[in-house]
């Protein structure tokens, strides 16, 4: 069962949710594991959430091969589990992606596991462009700094844009063979052809010819530069998943207005990350970049070096 069933592990901010909502039920010979809310699924909140202390690997055998079951692949066709909260969330700097890795083996060690990866200065800046969508008040010069003490929750970690470890303890589980890696500019430059890269990867038939809307479509748009400071000022009074307890929690009257205010105010002229900052991180990354682009061949350019 495991040999027709491949997990897309994310990242966030790389058109997963476009891959998801666009492309995967475009496709005749895919089977969308995932059909719910990602919270709701008995399987990935057991791979996901699950403590040590509980997780019962034979149990979740079961619950997922029970779902293959039900999905009737075709001959030739493949099972697609995506989800990018398998690669791990920046609010918690990825400290589970091992483990997360490690269970998925365990269900299904002939899967097929493939990602896609995004530069990480600009990875950074939208992710936390998300994080404040996600209700945190941070600022972004806070989480660089941060370090965890024995107090504290996991939190903000920059190893976790060190692509290159994740992809290597995924090829030693499944196999070198069995790991693919795709770049975000290839994916949101030339989408066809990202389908059509990950239909050879999968052993299946290219996707169909898809409308040229669909394919330039975004679906999950970031929250504007503009409305960063004031939406980082009202999360302190909104219930948001990383904001459960505010210290008033007042129903979000605000959203429409603010996307309203956003298309009418300049655009900022000054990036998230000074110059500095931005070449420290890149020079951070230049080790690790070089090992991704060794063996997986995935490059991001002269600012990504």
Do not use: C
């Not at 039920?25 to 699950?50: C, Q, S």
């Not at 110059?275 to 420290?280: L, N």
Request: glycine residues 6%.
């Amino acid at each position: 069962m495991s040999r027709s069933v491949a997990f897309h592990i994310g990242y966030h901010k790389t058109a997963t949710t476009w891959f998801q909502r666009e492309a995967l039920h475009r496709h005749p010979d895919v089977r969308r594991f995932l059909t719910g809310a990602t919270w709701e699924d008995p399987f990935l909140r057991e791979v996901i959430l699950a403590s040590r202390r509980d997780y019962d690997a034979h149990r979740v055998r079961e619950v997922f091969d029970r779902r293959m079951e039900g999905l009737a692949i075709p001959d030739g066709g493949v099972a697609i589990v995506s989800e990018e909260r398998l690669s791990g969330h920046v609010a918690t700097g990825g400290f589970d992606t091992f483990q997360i890795a490690e269970r998925l083996a365990e269900v299904a060690p002939d899967a097929r596991v493939f990602f896609v990866v995004r530069e990480q200065v600009d990875m950074i800046e939208s992710e936390y462009l998300q994080l404040v969508q996600e209700g945190s008040s941070a600022r972004l010069d806070w989480l660089l700094r941060f370090t965890p003490t024995a107090a504290t929750v996991p939190g903000f970690d920059l190893g976790h844009y060190e692509y290159d470890r994740l992809a290597d303890h995924y090829a030693q589980l499944f196999g070198p063979k069995r790991v693919r890696v795709f770049e975000f500019r290839s994916v949101v430059g030339d989408p066809r052809r990202f389908l059509d890269d990950v239909a050879g990867y999968l052993g299946i038939d290219p996707w169909p010819t898809l409308p040229t809307d669909v394919l330039s479509r975004r679906v999950n748009p970031r929250l504007p530069r503009r409305l960063l400071g004031l939406r980082r000022f009202l999360n302190h009074f909104e219930r948001r998943p990383l904001n459960p307890h505010p210290v008033v929690a007042l129903p979000p009257v605000w959203r429409g207005p603010l996307w309203w205010l956003a298309s009418r105010l300049p655009a900022p002229r000054r990036p998230l990350l000074d110059a500095e900052t931005r070449a420290g991180l890149r020079a951070r990354y230049a080790a690790s970049n070089a090992r991704l682009a060794e063996r997986y061949g995935v490059v991001f350019g002269d600012s990504g070096v």
